[in-house]
């Protein structure tokens, strides 16, 4: 049996990784790509010390936090599911996707060179991605709650479509009117 010192410090750093990764999240999807280690580790409140021992390269770092966001998708629509509708959880992992996208643009150049590396395999997270939307939909279908022809690939298209669009400068149209409209696309029509 370990410790209760052992345990309090493995607690401790898992509660430092945990909120070095919430804290790189947010810092990524609200900057630029140069955004320093030092800054990351400063606004999690931990020495860089802790941050080069839990993440030792800006990449392992940047692999981590995209791995991180990746499960959030996934774990994000079956705890949506059991507690909405499935409609009203399609809408919300919505949200969770845009907030996925956003992270990516702290640290894309980054995330390209893991994914041409092989150290991040985009095959494996796109079929992770469609998979969480395909359960949503599933869970659609079978309530009468969303389309039956609509697929995976034609959500994840769109929704791509919509935060290119909704995140150019200059652009009036808000991401979430555009995912609302995409929604109300998505209900079966009702026949009179």
Do not use: C
Not at 105 to 126: C, F, K, P, Y
């Amino acid at each position: 049996m370990a410790d209760p010192e052992s345990r309090a410090t493995r607690s401790d750093a898992a509660r430092n990784r945990e909120q070095l990764l919430e804290v790189a999240t947010r810092v990524l999807a609200s900057t630029d790509a140069n955004t320093s280690m030092r800054a990351i580790a400063r606004e999690a409140g931990v020495g860089i010390a802790t941050l080069y021992r839990h993440f030792p390269t800006r990449e392992s770092l940047v692999e981590a936090v995209y791995r991180d966001q990746v499960v959030r998708l996934t774990n994000g629509a079956r705890e949506l599911l059991a507690e909405a509708t499935p409609a009203m959880a399609l809408r919300r992992w919505m949200d969770l996707f845009g907030t996925w996208i956003a992270t990516k643009n702290g640290m894309l150049d980054t995330l390209l060179t893991l994914i041409e590396s092989g150290a991040v395999g985009h095959a494996q997270t796109r079929d992770e991605l469609l998979n969480a939307i395909e359960a949503i939909l599933d869970a659609g279908r079978a309530v009468g709650d969303l389309r039956p022809d609509v697929t995976a690939e034609e959500i994840a298209a769109s929704l791509i479509g919509i935060f290119t669009v909704a995140h150019q400068p200059g652009n009036t149209v808000t991401a979430d009117r555009l995912l609302d409209i995409l929604l109300d696309g998505l209900r079966p029509q009702s026949r009179t």
